[in-house]
């Protein structure tokens, strides 16, 4: 696979494939993050779509020395999220799950039905326990436990101290298990 | 419940947990967040649910997005698609035809289409424009349809045939059957040229007048003659 900062380059010179790639590499994870924390599809959609707009503009600001891509773009995102956060002044957001996407299943070919149900099932219950759980601790839970980011690269989007993050995760998760509980889910 | 054991309080067992889960506690902290827990009901019943929690995180596949998302963040950012995908777009209507099923009629149609054409008497191997000529068309499938119907005209009356025959034939037999005596022995009472194919070519020549006024009642044709 091509380096990022070779991929970006290429972007920056205007080559439209290197582009694509970037935005086929990277569409789900962004829309992850942004209906995640949105718990919105169409919100999520419209959000994903406005960060690769920031990261199509931006690019020539992305520098491989203090990061990796995936972090910046992140970054970005994070950013577009605060905004449209501060935006609505939603502190939390609905809990209807009337637009809940499908969770994917072609990762997993072998799986049984049942147990894609299962997940499903699980999907949208977290989702409804992440509504609940407070925008900041909410953030470091899906960057850790759901997009799998190390530390390090947490702090870097959050632009806060390791400590921080590791409290807020911390806390999040805390806040996010009693709200399943409360739900009558307890994860095995 | 309190802490009871090594004045380690639960807010700090809290701020510990992710290192703990995460098995970076240093030694000495691990045993009394251990400890701890040991003592405190709340905080194993915690631990234990947020680390059920992030195991199932983890497995949590994720959701999909909309299908044509990425197709719409490159028009917004690139424009409209040129270039090296625009064929790709032009033939993009085609891929639905990749389907199994779209395959299936398309056979279905090619086999439709031979059977037809063959009735109308298209020569795929000489094609010529004649062939295709409305009044040729018309004349050859006009053709085909009565040939069609004489046969299965034909088919009917033969059948009527042998059913007529096999109900002439019937009755004779059984009444043959009906008066041999139930005393005989098997081999009496099949004797020899009684049964089998000699036993019916007796019987067609000795019921071959009734049988010929039959076959002329159904195919009333007109006698051959050398005159």
């Known amino acids: 696979m091509e380096p990022d900062p070779q991929l970006v380059q290429h972007c920056l010179q205007g080559d439209g494939l290197a582009w694509e790639k970037l935005v086929r590499l990277h569409t789900r994870r962004i829309y992850n993050i942004c209906y995640r924390f949105t718990g919105h599809r169409h919100e999520a959609e419209d959000l994903t779509q406005e960060a690769f707009l920031r990261i199509y503009g931006g690019l020539s600001k992305f520098q491989p020395e203090q990061g990796a891509l995936t972090t910046w773009m992140t970054s970005v995102t994070r950013n577009l999220l605060i905004d449209h956060h501060r935006r609505t002044k939603r502190d939390r957001i609905t809990d209807s799950m009337e637009d809940a996407p499908q969770v994917e299943t072609k990762r997993a070919p072998g799986r049984l039905p049942d147990q894609i149900a299962l997940d499903s099932e699980l999907s949208d219950q977290v989702q409804r326990a992440l509504a609940k759980v407070s925008p900041e601790l909410r953030e470091a839970v899906i960057l850790r436990d759901l997009q799998g980011f190390e530390y390090s690269e947490i702090q870097k989007v959050l632009g806060v101290p390791e ?18 509980e409360e739900m009558g889910l307890r994860p095995a | 419940m309190e802490p009871t054991r090594h004045n380690w309080s639960c807010e700090e067992t809290e701020a510990q947990l992710t290192e703990y889960l995460d098995g970076t506690l240093a030694a000495s902290t691990r ?5 701890h827990v040991a003592s405190c009901a709340r905080c194993a019943s915690m631990i234990a649910n947020v680390g059920a929690l992030v195991r199932s995180l983890a497995q949590l596949e994720p959701v999909a997005e909309p299908p044509n998302l990425a197709s719409a963040i490159l028009e917004a950012t690139l424009g409209p698609r040129r270039g090296k995908s625009d064929w790709r777009a ?9 389907q199994p099923r779209f395959a299936y009629g398309a056979v279905s149609v090619m086999v439709t289409v031979s059977v037809i054409s063959q009735a109308l008497g298209i020569q795929w191997r000489a094609p010529a424009v004649a062939d295709l000529h409305p009044a040729n068309v018309a004349h050859v499938a006009n053709r085909e349809a009565h040939q069609v119907y004489a046969r299965g005209v034909k088919l009917v009356s033969d059948l009527r045939l042998v059913y007529e025959i096999q109900t002439r034939l019937q009755p004779a037999s059984e009444t043959r059957q009906t008066t041999e005596t139930p005393a005989e022995t098997p081999a009496e009472a099949i004797p020899s040229g009684h049964t089998g194919p000699q036993h019916l070519i007796n019987l067609i020549d000795h019921n071959f007048p009734a049988l010929h006024q039959a076959s002329l009642k159904f195919h009333p044709r007109q006698r051959r003659s050398f005159e």
Do not use: C, M
């Open chain 1, 163 to 180: 400590g921080t993050v590791k409290s807020r995760i911390n806390r999040g998760r805390i806040e996010l298990a009693k709200r399943l």
């Open chain 2, 31 to 35: 045993a009394q967040v251990e400890a």
């Open chain 2, 90 to 98: 032009w033939f993009g209507w085609l891929r639905p035809l990749s």
